[in-house]
């Protein structure tokens, strides 16, 4: 086997374009299938169990399942994994030894980001990832002097955090950016 296909090579990982235009990018069974092929890879290995929480989610849908195989893991219950991964890069970048130029051509977050996508595109988004994803409209409505001061004492409240909780899931603990009205372009 070549040197750079390797497992545990310490050549760079290379990252290969998204064929988002492809027709098999947004279909539901080459999309399931390649999840598959994946969580099962992920499976087998588990280096990366201690980053985000997808990778415990993954390893418990299948530690729980009837033959404790990817395959017994119902398809419905493969969109929790892909929930929990917040994209970070910290699996492709320092812990899985299949990426790319690996022949499994291991890429987990351009996969969930894929299944990320297909689910924006059927509508199965909630209210709390609309409003975290439309980065330019929030941050153009929060730059009104008015608004930018009332969204910053509205995320210091506990209550008003606890509602937010509730109601578009977003953690009451979780640390929230404040906004400032005087931005680099007004200045």
Same mark, same amino acid.
């Given at each position: 086997?070549?040197?750079?296909?390797?497992?545990?090579?310490?050549?760079?990982?290379?990252?290969?374009?998204?064929?988002?235009?492809?027709?098999d990018f947004n279909n539901?069974?080459?999309?399931?299938?390649?999840?598959?092929?994946?969580?099962?890879?992920?499976?087998?290995?588990?280096?990366?169990?201690?980053?985000?929480?997808?990778?415990?989610?993954?390893? &418990?849908?299948?530690?729980?399942?009837?033959?404790?195989?990817?395959?017994?893991?119902? =398809?419905?219950?493969?969109?929790?994994?892909?929930?929990?991964?917040?994209?970070?890069?910290?699996?492709?970048?320092?812990?899985?030894?299949?990426?790319?130029?690996?022949?499994?051509?291991?890429?987990?977050?351009?996969?969930?980001?894929?299944? =990320?996508?297909? &689910?924006?595109?059927?509508?199965?988004?909630?209210?709390?990832?609309?409003?975290?994803? *439309?980065?330019?409209?929030?941050? *153009?409505?929060?730059?009104?002097?008015?608004?930018?001061?009332?969204? &910053?004492?509205?995320?210091?409240? =506990?209550?008003?955090? =606890?509602?937010?909780?509730?109601?578009?899931?977003?953690?009451? &603990?979780?640390?929230?950016?404040?906004?400032?009205?005087?931005?680099?372009?007004?200045?």
């Amino acid at each position: 086997m070549n040197d750079k296909t390797r497992e545990g090579g310490v050549e760079a990982p290379t990252r290969h374009p998204i064929n988002w235009k492809t027709l098999d990018f947004n279909n539901e069974a080459s999309l399931l299938n390649e999840l598959e092929r994946v969580y099962d890879v992920c499976h087998s290995c588990r280096r990366c169990v201690s980053l985000c929480n997808a990778f415990p989610t993954l390893f &418990n849908l299948i530690d729980e399942s009837e033959t404790f195989e990817v395959d017994s893991v119902k =398809k419905e219950d493969y969109w929790n994994v892909v929930e929990h991964c917040y994209l970070c890069d910290l699996c492709y970048m320092t812990k899985c030894p299949y990426v790319p130029p690996h022949e499994w051509n291991i890429d987990f977050p351009h996969l969930m980001l894929r299944a =990320k996508a297909y &689910n924006f595109r059927r509508g199965k988004v909630g209210v709390r990832d609309k409003i975290l994803t *439309s980065t330019d409209k929030v941050g *153009s409505f929060a730059g009104i002097p008015v608004v930018a001061q009332t969204v &910053n004492i509205v995320n210091q409240s =506990k209550p008003a955090r =606890k509602v937010m909780e509730k109601t578009i899931g977003i953690h009451s &603990n979780a640390v929230l950016p404040k906004f400032y009205s005087n931005s680099l372009r007004k200045r």
